[in-house]
């Protein structure tokens, strides 16, 4: 085998890998519930909730900057918090969720799957998912 072929397969073996189930399980471990290799807005809703609630450390019903440690890009704050407190309610981290939600769900499937999750959106969309 020509080497030209066999870094083509290699290269065609890490994208397929990529796309695969095991790479979606390992990305969405934890947040794809009904484990179909995607995240529907439901279990991304699910997953943000109870990291609301474990960021929330001081149990006052909103997370400060500091609480939320960098999961809000600056330039989000503005649509995050309509208010304009710099503290997210629960609705309002929610809210944002949903709005990340959709800016990453690229094909408008209603569904984020592995290569959107991969995507600069997915990536924001994954960290206001994940407690750690
Ligand atoms: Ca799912
Ligand atoms: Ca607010
Ligand atoms: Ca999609």
Redesign the pocket.
């Known amino acids: 085998m020509k080497l030209v072929s066999r870094r083509t397969l290699l290269l065609a073996s890490a994208v397929s890998f990529a796309l695969s189930p095991a790479f979606a399980a390992s990305v969405?471990s934890g947040?794809?519930?009904?484990?179909?290799?995607?995240?529907?807005l439901n279990?991304a809703k699910a997953a943000a909730s109870k990291v609301f609630d474990k960021l929330d450390v001081d149990h006052d019903g909103t997370l400060s900057r500091a609480e939320l440690r960098g999961r809000v890009p600056e330039q989000d704050w503005k649509i995050a918090d309509p208010d304009n407190d710099k503290t997210l309610t629960k609705e309002e981290y929610l809210n944002y969720v949903e709005y990340a939600f959709k800016r990453a769900d690229t094909n408008g499937d209603g569904?984020v799957d592995a290569a959107e999750a991969r995507t600069h959106a997915g990536r924001v969309l994954l960290r206001l998912l994940r407690a750690r």
Not at 31 to 40: A, E, F, L, R, V
């Open positions: 969405f947040i794809d519930t009904n484990n179909d290799g995607t995240i529907d279990e569904t």
